[in-house]
């Protein structure tokens, strides 16, 4: 008897965790609320929790990499914008942050390099932001 509840037991436990794509989602949305609302190492907690329970999921990549780069971590948003963009190549808005961390630091030449990637995969409104690419 003490072996079922054993095994019972970890098999709750089990599945509690793992992939979860609903409860992903959940936490994604409770961190972008957090995000907005400027409480960014909050964000970041429920961007870690939607990480666990979908290590695929590009979203919260994304917007963890904005709440370490609005906590001023450059390098830790770097590396959650490359693992969005790992996941989904094709997600524009990683790139266009990309590219302005890049001119934040004054490098116009990777940020036009960005910037026309995010253009490409088809973020909005990005004339204001390539009219001098042409001269990098």
Not at 37 to 45: K, L, M, R, V
Not at 108 to 122: N, Q
Request: glycine share 4%; with cysteine; proline share 1%.
């Amino acid at each position: 008897m003490k072996r079922l509840l054993l095994f019972a037991v970890l098999a709750l436990i089990m599945a509690s965790c793992g992939h979860d794509p609903e409860r992903s989602r959940k936490y994604l949305d409770n961190g972008i609320d957090y995000l907005y609302a400027s409480q960014f190492d909050e964000a970041i907690g429920f961007f870690d929790k939607a990480i666990k329970y979908d290590e695929n999921n590009y979203e919260a990549y994304y917007y963890r990499g904005c709440a370490y780069s609005n906590n001023f971590n450059s390098e830790l948003a770097l590396r959650d914008w490359n693992k969005a963009i790992e996941i989904k190549e094709d997600y524009a808005d990683p790139y266009f942050n990309i590219g302005l961390l890049y001119r934040r630091n004054n490098d116009y030449s990777m940020a036009c390099y960005f910037f026309k990637l995010a253009e490409k995969y088809g973020r909005q409104n990005m004339e204001d932001y390539t009219k001098f690419c042409d001269y990098y």
